[in-house]
């Protein structure tokens, strides 16, 4: 098992700055891929970013690449989410997620494929 816990959401105007992160316990994180997810009222949970568990790869849906950047630190069991220019679209809550097996890049987009999920932290951009 692994719990997963987020924190750092809060209130921010838009162009604004906030920081995720994600303190993972349990087995082996450090060999799981993590993954970034998001969830505004009446949509659907779209992906965000995700690293694989070397922390070398790394990818952003196109919607967030160059404004978010995604790490992760293994010696404190955490990954983050750095997001920059905040827009109001951004607005949604935000989870955190690990996959035990990396299986393509295609697949670390897939809410379906992540075996672990935290509780989420909400992030809200004013305009």
């Known amino acids: 098992q692994v719990q997963l816990v987020e924190s750092g959401g809060g209130l921010v105007q838009a162009g604004g700055s906030l920081r995720l992160s994600c303190a993972a316990s349990g087995r082996t994180f450090s060999r799981y891929v993590m993954g970034w997810f998001r969830q505004a009222p009446g949509k659907e949970r779209e992906f965000a970013a995700a690293i694989s568990w070397s922390g070398g790869s790394t990818y952003y849906a196109d919607s967030v690449n160059g404004r978010f950047t995604i790490s992760r630190d293994k010696s404190k069991n955490t990954v983050y989410l750095q997001m920059n220019s905040l827009k109001p679209e951004d607005t949604a809550v935000y989870y955190c997620?690990?996959?035990?097996?990396?299986?393509?890049?295609?697949?670390?987009?897939?809410?379906?494929?992540?075996?672990?999920w935290g509780q989420g932290t909400q992030v809200t951009v004013s305009s």
């Open positions: 997620a690990a996959d035990q097996t990396y299986s393509g890049t295609y697949a670390v987009t897939i809410p379906r494929m992540y075996d672990y």
